[in-house]
């Protein structure tokens, strides 16, 4: 039987990227509040990822914070072993960084193709090639990337690479999972639908927020935390069976 317990990360040590802000802040805090040890990442802004790990600190939780940008391979191996030296191990990955390119297909250049494959795919697969072998040594170890249910849809225009990053993180975590499933380790992915995070909608001038709020059935944007839940359940032993899925956590925006 199941019970609250089986929600719990005590002892374990995650590492969660991108979690300065938005999704990979709420995602580090919900694992800190479950107990996990928390490795805080991003690569622009210290002060914001420094601010994170101090507020988990000041609730009686335990945290670093390191700068490094996994969508470089020696930065995010750096990443990992900062992680394994300040905490022991590497037993939770999270991938949570991307950046958006709106361009038309044929106006995109190679330079922007690689910029997005290299930040939303490439990445994952670094910290993931970094943080398996300390899994297998541990006989368990959880990676769940952070995709999104247009790399199924594909109804966005103008966001060729995105679309492609994101289908290509679906079949990376069935990889993963089906390789080091004799290990212990489980691998899935996260799609967020329309999530309210802290945007600025101008930048956005062919979406209209209200009108993609009336295509939902809930008819309202999901909220960071709804994230952060699916991956606490992927990440503790309750999702322990769970793995080689993509997690849809939209609304019913998206259906299949």
């Not at 995709?147 to 994101?166: E, I, M, Y």
Request: charged share 25%; aromatic share 8%; with cysteine.
């Amino acid at each position: 039987m199941i019970t609250s317990d089986g929600f719990r990360l005590d002892g374990k040590v995650a590492v969660v990227t991108g979690s300065g802000r938005n999704i990979g802040r709420a995602i580090a805090e919900a694992f800190a509040a479950g107990g996990a040890k928390v490795v805080i990442n991003g690569h622009r802004d210290r002060d914001a990822i420094e601010a994170v790990a101090r507020g988990i600190k000041d609730r009686g939780g335990d945290a670093a914070a390191v700068m490094a940008d996994v969508s470089n391979d020696l930065d995010a191996g750096r990443l990992i072993e900062s992680a394994a030296a300040a905490f022991g191990s590497v037993d939770i990955v999270v991938s949570n960084v991307a950046v958006r390119r709106y361009r038309a297909f044929l106006e995109i250049t190679p330079e922007e193709w690689r910029e997005v494959i290299d930040t939303n795919l490439s990445a994952a697969f670094f910290l993931a090639r970094h943080a398996l072998p300390h899994m297998r040594k541990r006989g368990e170890g959880r990676i769940i990337v952070i995709s999104g249910f247009d790399g199924f849809w594909g109804q966005v225009t103008h966001r060729a690479p995105n679309l492609a990053a994101k289908a290509g993180l679906h079949g990376l975590a069935k990889a993963i999972a089906r390789e080091f499933g004799p290990d212990g380790i489980t691998a899935n992915t996260v799609a967020p639908g329309a999530i309210d995070t802290v945007r600025d909608w101008t930048q956005y001038v062919h979406q209209d927020r209200e009108k993609i709020a009336a295509e939902i059935p809930l008819k309202r944007f999901g909220h960071v935390d709804d994230i952060a839940a699916a991956c606490l359940f992927l990440a503790s032993d309750a999702g322990g069976f769970v793995s080689g899925q993509v997690v849809h956590v939209n609304g019913g925006h998206y259906m299949y």
